[in-house]
């Protein structure tokens, strides 16, 4: 950017941010370079802190007029790379926009602003008797930043994904437009779906600002089954006739022994009931204790027939408190074991679950690396962790291209796709590209265009 | 269309479908040139049965070759005249794409070709224990003409509208490309979601040729309740509350007496429990008995505290099959009633549905003109119909523009859409227009072009 563009662009932000919510050179922080998975760092030239649409709407045209790439930013938990300003340009930080605007009881909504983190949501509709579905793992990420990545989580395969939830969105377009789509209404059929085009696209096609979520009434009772099995084959393969018996568990994770070693060394805790090679973890949700308890026998029995070495009932709120919060940090465990590492978030379908967790077992033996992980086993959706250990640079980055080029092809062949709740940001964006065909990769590049015709939104993420 | 492009159309027609499924001039069916609503007519100058992606893909490069307008038709059910050639041109009928390919348990999907009619659907699913939740009115609709107009149905409120069942979708493009969006994995966050930009785009963006479809396990029970109420404000009012019991019923239909009358006349048959203002009939489905029973008695006991007259119990199968073949026929009768007659498919929030009806009641009053409905009551979308009775050509006309305008206007101004499942087709253009700011609409020109850069899909729907 050469100096005259900056001065102009600094010039006209002043005129619509205050001194305080607006950071030049010194002022910006570290944290704007980075993510949660830590393996990229780039800084911005400008940083605002926007406070509403109008403000965000006049960045945003002066952005466009100044050719400006603009990156947003939530609370920075992404795992790709997504909300990285890789080209320099502004970063809207987002997170000051984050009021509780409206609960609507009668229509079951509530209304909120895009830096809302997950942990407020959960705690304003769950104190007053409604209920939020979505849970991925990292509570402290924006509402935004999980419409952005279409984030999913493990209660997905009884109450879908966070796009289940959008009813509304406010939109800034990359040219300071404002669009509102959808609204308070459940059904809609009138034009083409822009709404869902703009969740999941991680601000590659214009600015959440305000947002309306479905939300529905908090369930009563919750309990757990934590089911050891001898072997990760038959824990996955346990999966469909769990879900054939009519009954839908809330959660269905999965995860190694060596997962658990990693937590207990990190945690410094003692896993309950530790000593399987692979376990399932289930959890029930509903209003009627009765029902529920109905539901988890049925599926004991049904683990117990397929292969479970026992089956452990957790129907105290503090030992699932324990389990679920151990099951959350199994990603900080496998970070803490090495010294870098970088992850694939890859969905298959769910017949396929124990081709791809066979197929990383080999390449991580042929390789020579590690790869730990575990999943959501209920829809197919598998987080693994390539681990640097000790290799030294060039050989770290030779094997990680080669396990990560392995594991997409590998999934791409199953039937699977690049992400099932991460995103592409900038760290997959090469899987991406190898897993579309031209007419739907040509596709997605037109759309973008459609949206941000001179390519100033997070332009060198997704395409 | 001038005769040497004909003729060249039909010599490029000719080498890729066999003579007896393709059709010019006499052999062309009345039944291609309406829909169900019957007010528009228009013929096309070709028509060919397609039976492979392949044909349709070829039949489309030779569409975009000779700027020959096409139209997709399923069974011709729509009501807003989506499928109804209007510009000539191609239709391209797949009714006898109509094959269901492929069960998979393990995935929990159903693969089908797009002339699968729904009925057929149910039939293969719930004979083998599985279930396809959505259900709109018309059973004789195919799957592709459902997911084009992303249908709702009457069991939206607990399980979804179309849109939510469709993991995967082979569509043609204008230009005869084939693209494979989605599949069978539950999750996905890898790029633009072309899949829900095709859904709902009614034949103007691409060509579906083949879904999977998500299916779940069978419901072992189903009952019904029948609630009579004293006039339509307590019917509606109750609904708010009965979705805050924690409870979500199957449906929760609503409609007056009038509209009893008209299809008791148009059955020769009785309504049970006839002479209230106003009712309410809601199902109940899951996997055991004792639930539903649990969860039936305490939402009667909740409308009967709301101002509930009565409440009926329906447990049996068949009379369940009566009053819910009633509730579908309802459409019918009042078409039976009239001698023409156009709809409107709003959808408000839940909260505005008094206001909308308390509307539509005072515009049927001042314009003098029967405007009998029902409505999802739990999604709060109506239809109403406009009839003509004995009005003149002219007079109709006038009336029925004059109510139009009202009752879509009414709708914006109580946070609604145009069409809450039928779509826009060609009927509503105008109000959908008028709905959406200029951004909005701006968008959706611009992504009609690129998925339909000659403009030849459907040219003259939606936008």
């Known amino acids: 950017m050469d100096e005259t563009t900056k001065e102009n662009f600094l010039k ?49 045209q002066c952005a466009n007029e100044n050719n400006i790439s603009v990156v947003v930013r939530g609370a920075g938990t992404g795992l790709v790379g997504g909300a990285i300003p890789t080209t320099g340009g502004l970063l809207l930080d987002l997170s000051g926009m984050n009021e509780i605007k409206q609960l609507d009881t009668d229509n079951l909504t509530l209304t909120v602003e895009p830096g809302a983190l997950l942990t407020d949501i959960k705690q304003y509709t769950e104190t007053r008797g409604f209920f939020y579905p979505p849970d991925p793992g990292e509570k402290t990420a924006t509402i935004g930043g999980n419409i952005s990545t279409n984030a999913g989580g493990m209660r997905a395969i009884k109450y879908g994904v966070t796009r289940d939830y959008v009813r509304g969105l406010t939109v800034v377009t990359a040219l300071g437009n404002v669009m509102h789509l959808g609204g308070k209404f459940v059904k809609n059929s009138s034009g083409f779906d822009l709404k869902d085009m703009i969740i999941g696209s991680e601000g590659t096609l214009g600015v959440i600002t305000e947002i309306t979520l479905k939300i529905i009434i908090k369930p009563e009772v919750t309990m757990s089954l934590l089911v050891p099995f001898p072997n990760f084959k038959d824990a996955i393969k346990a999966v469909p006739n769990i879900l054939r018996s009519g009954i839908t568990p809330t959660a269905v994770e999965f995860f190694e022994q060596n997962v658990i070693k990693y937590w207990e060394s990190f945690s410094q805790k003692i896993f309950p009931e530790d000593g399987h090679q692979a376990y399932l973890l289930l959890s029930f949700d509903g209003q009627k204790e009765a029902q529920i308890e109905d539901d988890y026998e049925k599926i004991a029995e049904l683990c117990l027939e397929h292969g479970a070495e026992d089956v452990y009932v957790l129907d105290d709120v ?17 970070k803490d074991s090495t010294t870098e590492m970088d992850e694939v978030d890859i969905v298959v379908p769910r017949s396929e679950i124990v081709s791809f967790v066979q197929y990383v077992h080999q390449i991580a033996t042929t390789e020579n690396i590690r790869i730990p992980g575990f999943g959501h086993a209920g829809d197919g959706n598998l987080h693994f962790y390539v681990c640097r250990d000790d290799y030294d640079q060039k050989t770290w980055q030779e094997k990680l291209t080669k396990v990560f080029d392995a594991l997409y092809q590998e999934s791409k062949t199953l039937g699977g796709q690049v992400s099932g709740e991460h995103g592409i940001g900038i760290a ?5 590209r190898k897993s579309l065909d031209e007419v739907t990769y040509t596709a997605m590049k037109k759309i973008k265009q459609v949206f941000d015709p001179n390519n100033i939104l997070n332009p060198d993420k997704i395409l």
Chains 1, 2 share one sequence.
């Open 318 to 334: 503090k030992q699932q408190e324990e389990i679920w919060s151990a099951r959350g940090a199994f990603l900080e465990a496998i």
């Open 428 to 432: 997959k964006k090469v899987y991406l």
């Open 12 to 60: 006209a932000l002043t005129k619509v941010i205050p001194p305080d919510r607006l950071y030049t050179e010194d002022e910006i922080s570290d944290d704007y370079g980075h993510d949660e998975i830590n393996t990229i760092f780039h800084l911005p030239e400008f940083a605002v802190k926007p406070m509403t649409t109008k403000e965000v709407a006049t960045v945003m």
